[in-house]
């Protein structure tokens, strides 16, 4: 699947099954690893208010929320947007268990999330690439030197490009430099094994003068004066 879509989300609080409600959805598009240019975000109107917890780690308001849509005002260009991508998600459970609850608010014919895109959760992938270590986005963004200065607090459009970047370095892309490749070579082109010619010409040997010679050993002579012992050079056994 070559095209991905990145997506975050915000929310009046941590759980979707008390009635807490998504206020700001924001997304990314990826196409063959490359950056398309199209993305996706809205704030939305809730209606009930949001949680002191929730506002410290976002700062969206009730007030600032008021005059915005309401989900059922951009759910079928939401859907239109993911359909048919591999969603990019950090904690993918909490994104998708509040979209998934925002569509059935809307009726059955909505479907689940699953029902429109595949989903790749970028948690659970970090962990098993740095086991014991901490994996949020923060750490993700020093562990892969991606700049988040911005990010005084959470975004969900400016979350959505972040983790773009680092699922791009983590899985092994190549995220500033083309250096000349397709957009389809993008991240497998760096990775490729090169092969040398059989026929290429041999390389040209290069003769040790007596002097060269003397050098060498008298080189080698004071290195092992300094080891108190003889070292294992090339070819030969370590001893003992």
Known sequence: MTR????????????????HRIIEVGAVEVDRRRYTGR????????????????????????????????????????????RGAELIIHNAPFDVGFLDAEFARLGPEWGRVTDHAAIFDTLPYARQRHPGQRNSLDALCGRYGIDNSNRDLHGALLDAEILA???LAMTGGQTALSLGESAEEGGEAAN?????????????????????????TERLAALE????????????????
């Open 39 to 82: 993305q996706f975000h809205y704030y939305l109107n809730p209606d009930r208010e949001v949680d002191a917890g929730a506002y410290e780690v976002h700062g969206l308001g009730s007030e600032f929320l008021a005059d915005k849509p309401r989900f059922e005002a951009i759910a079928a260009e939401l859907l239109d947007f993911l």
């Open 225 to 240: 004066a300094a080891a108190g012992s003889r070292p294992p050079w090339p070819g030969e056994e370590p001893a003992g």
């Open 165 to 167: 970047d680092v699922y």
């Open 4 to 19: 991905q879509v990145v997506l975050d989300t915000e929310t009046t609080g941590m759980e979707a099954d008390k009635g």
């Open 192 to 216: 490729a094994i090169r092969r040398l010619p059989a026929d290429r010409p041999a390389l040209p040997g290069i003769a040790v003068s007596t002097e060269e010679r003397s050098a060498h």
